[in-house]
């Protein structure tokens, strides 16, 4: 008896966790259909990881770079963030194919890059230089994690309503899978098969009535 409050617990907070996922999309293809875009970028001495939204999608790029031995800023790990406009705008890659699109062919693309030499300009972001490096990179559509991530709570939304409704029709004195009229029936359906769960509520009233 414990494990299913548990369960149904886990697959309500995983609806609510896909419904802001889905809120959240949308609220992203927006913005970056109107011109927003930004990315953030995990920059380590050999790879660096950055991810970014802008004209509708979500990109996300593994880029081989290398540490300049002039800057020591380089050989270590920093993270920093910007606006698209420095780089190539997300999800417009050097190569058209959907092979570089998911990853199955590694594209030359111009991608943020932090060398330290910013670092103490206030009037000039984090991570503003960008450079050339190879990269693989996954380009994802907006609307399609808006559309994945609304399925759980579609599902929940049709479950519930359903669950309404039924309930409703079983008050009238009706089947509730079928919405037939069970006043005058047995235990089961006449017209879909199903057992009634209207005899307590068809007798009820019955008995209080004699």
């Known amino acids: ?19 802001l996922i889905c809120l959240g999309a949308i609220g992203l293809w927006t913005l970056t259909t109107i011109g927003w875009g930004r990315y953030t970028a995990l920059q380590g001495p050999h790879t660096s990881y950055i991810a970014g939204v802008s004209g509708g999608y979500l ?33 417009s890659l050097a190569d058209k194919s959907i092979f570089s699109r998911i990853g199955l062919i590694s594209t030359l693309e111009r991608i943020p890059y932090s060398n330290g030499m910013l670092e103490n300009d ?33 599902r929940w939304a049709k479950r519930h309503v359903h669950e309404h409704f039924r309930q409703l029709r079983i008050r009238q004195g009706r089947c509730g899978d079928c919405g037939y009229d069970l006043r ?23 008995k209080s009535t004699q």
Do not use: H
């Open 1 to 19: 008896m414990k494990a299913r409050p548990l369960k149904r617990r886990i697959a309500n907070l995983a609806t609510i966790a896909s419904l």
């Open 59 to 91: 990109t996300l790029q593994i880029a081989g770079v290398r540490p300049d031995p002039e800057r020591p800023a380089t050989a270590g790990w920093q993270w920093f963030c910007g606006s698209v406009f420095y780089i190539t705008p997300t999800g």
């Open 184 to 206: 005058g029936s047995t235990e089961r359906c006449p017209e879909c098969g199903a057992i009634s769960d209207t005899t307590s509520a068809a007798v009820g009233p019955n």
């Open 122 to 154: 206030p009037n000039v972001v984090k991570g503003g230089n960008a450079i050339n490096a190879v990269c693989r990179s996954f380009v994802i559509p907006l609307v399609l994690i808006a559309l994945l991530a609304a399925l759980l709570p579609f």
